[in-house]
């Protein structure tokens, strides 16, 4: 039986998917959004295919960073949309 703390500690975790706006990477998000994870999108540069995903699942937020840079990787995901900061 799913008691109502198991479903609140479901809820409450995170993915972030690297390579999220097109291909496996969006796959794998859809999937983990389907499983009710909130998606963090992520994407080396602004694209409509990074947005669109991001549109196609609610409640997800998306940062913008290379994942070849060592400099970005560091401090691209405290650079989220909606202000939410990595630790």
Same mark, same amino acid.
């Given at each position: ?7 609140? /500690?479901?809820?409450? *975790? &995170? ?5 999220? =706006? !097109? ?12 499983? !009710? ?5 992520? /994407? &080396? *540069?602004? =694209?409509? %295919? ?6 196609? #699942? @609610?409640? &997800?937020? *998306?940062?913008?960073? %290379?994942?070849?840079?060592? $400099?970005?990787?560091?401090? /691209? @995901?405290? $650079?989220? %949309?909606? /202000? #939410?900061?990595? $630790?």
């Amino acid at each position: 039986m799913l008691t109502l703390r198991y479903i609140i /500690g479901y809820m409450n *975790k &995170s993915i972030l998917i690297t390579g999220s =706006s !097109r291909g496996i990477g969006k796959a794998i998000a859809t999937l983990a959004h389907k499983k !009710r994870y909130k998606v963090i999108l992520n /994407g &080396s *540069k602004e =694209s409509t %295919d990074l947005n669109e995903t991001l549109q196609s #699942l @609610p409640g &997800s937020i *998306k940062t913008i960073f %290379d994942v070849t840079n060592a $400099n970005e990787v560091y401090n /691209g @995901p405290n $650079n989220l %949309d909606n /202000g #939410l900061r990595l $630790n």
